[in-house]
């Protein structure tokens, strides 16, 4: 089955114990984007990556690190998280088509909460 | 880089009136544009897109109407159910390759249906 695979799926944790969210693929997508969703403020965008090896920021890289070292996996890595980093993280991936980004697929996503 | 804005925030409407949802981006090089449909605890998921080269697409009972002119699109939702009741995103991009074929997406809008 065709999926974008987030874990974990919920997490409480601690200010500034890093952890890793992890993000698969198996659709052989190039395209690959961390979201963050906050009441109000829709899908704030941290990082994306075209392609391996390729990682941009989004609109809310701080506090973040990505890595895209192997096609389907993009690991969302919280050095030292901080309580304004409790939000509903989604993880999506899209082939290209022609000359968009064509359609994105999202995991089901991950609640973070950090005490 | 693109900025995309969405309007309304909220909108309420009774079973099988229609529902329209704005948004204007600002970058006249964007030439796709999508909207995903989010229902209370699920994932985003495409409902429609539209590709530059179009004025309107239609499937069933939503519709996307694109002004290139006036740089925005909207889309359209007749006969609305409650089942339509949802936060709508749309989003644009420009040609995939680069940091300018990211795609951007607008704040949401939360449609609600009334039986």
């Known amino acids: 089955e065709a999926q974008v695979t987030q874990n974990p799926r919920y997490l409480i944790t601690v200010t500034g114990k890093k952890l890793t969210v992890t993000c698969s693929q198996n659709?052989?997508?190039?395209?690959m984007s961390w979201y963050r969703q906050d009441p109000g403020l829709g899908l704030r965008q941290i990082y994306y990556?075209?392609?391996?090896?390729?990682?941009d920021k989004g609109d809310v890289p701080e506090g973040y690190k990505v890595s895209r070292k192997e096609k389907r996996n993009f690991p969302l890595i919280l050095e030292s998280p901080s309580p304004n980093q409790t939000s509903l993280y989604f993880c999506?991936?899209?082939?290209?088509?022609?000359?968009?980004?064509?359609?994105?697929?999202f995991g089901e996503g991950s609640r973070l909460t950090v005490l | 880089g693109e900025n995309v804005e969405q309007h309304p925030s909220t909108l309420s409407v009774q079973e099988g009136d229609s529902a329209v949802i704005k948004c204007t981006y600002s970058d006249s090089a964007s030439n796709y544009f999508p909207w995903y449909k989010q229902e209370l605890g699920k994932r985003p998921q495409l409902i429609i897109d539209i590709r530059s080269n179009v004025g309107e697409k239609k499937d069933q009972r939503i519709a996307v109407t694109l002004n290139k002119t006036a740089k925005h699109f909207s889309l359209h939702i007749t006969e609305t159910q409650p089942e339509d009741s949802a936060v709508y995103f749309c989003a644009a991009s420009m040609n995939y390759g680069g940091s300018q074929g990211n795609l951007i997406f607008g704040k949401g809008t939360k449609l609600s249906v009334k039986p």
């Open positions: 990556s075209m392609n391996v090896e390729v990682t």
């Open positions: 999506a991936s899209s082939q290209p088509t022609g000359r968009t980004t064509g359609e994105l697929f």
């Open positions: 659709m052989n997508h190039e395209y």
